[in-house]
């Protein structure tokens, strides 16, 4: 299984990015797929979460302004991120995992950075 994330980049705050996860490997439609933040010396964060039923789950402080999504015939997972903050600032991961107690697959990250 590989996940390849990218999209990052510096932004000014207020502007928009839209992260992508493109996967290999794996039948990806069968997968919850997961973006996390990581900031250093900070406990990694859930950020947004999609299931294979395209069910979703917010992080409270991204609600209203970031949007996962799933394309499943390209096998990539979005997210796009509005109206950010500075407070965003962090590397972003891609994760996907097949049931709550199998593997978690991860992918490196895509580092977001908004200047204010």
């Known amino acids: 299984v590989q996940l390849q994330a990218s999209g990052g980049g510096v932004v000014q705050a207020g502007g928009s990015l839209r992260l992508s996860c493109e996967s290999s490997?794996?039948?990806?439609?069968?997968?919850?797929m997961t973006w996390y933040r990581q900031v250093a010396g900070k406990e990694r964060e859930l950020v947004a979460r999609i299931s294979d039923n395209y069910r979703t789950t917010y992080e409270d402080s991204v609600k209203g302004r970031f949007t996962i999504s799933r394309d499943n015939d390209r096998e990539v997972v979005y997210l796009q991120m509005n109206a950010l903050k500075p407070e965003d600032t962090a590397v972003y991961l891609c994760?996907?995992?097949?049931?709550?107690?199998?593997?978690?697959?991860w992918g490196q990250g895509t580092l977001v950075t908004v200047s204010s």
């Open positions: 490997g794996m039948n990806f439609r069968m997968y919850t």
């Open positions: 994760s996907a995992q097949a049931a709550s107690w199998s593997v978690i697959y």
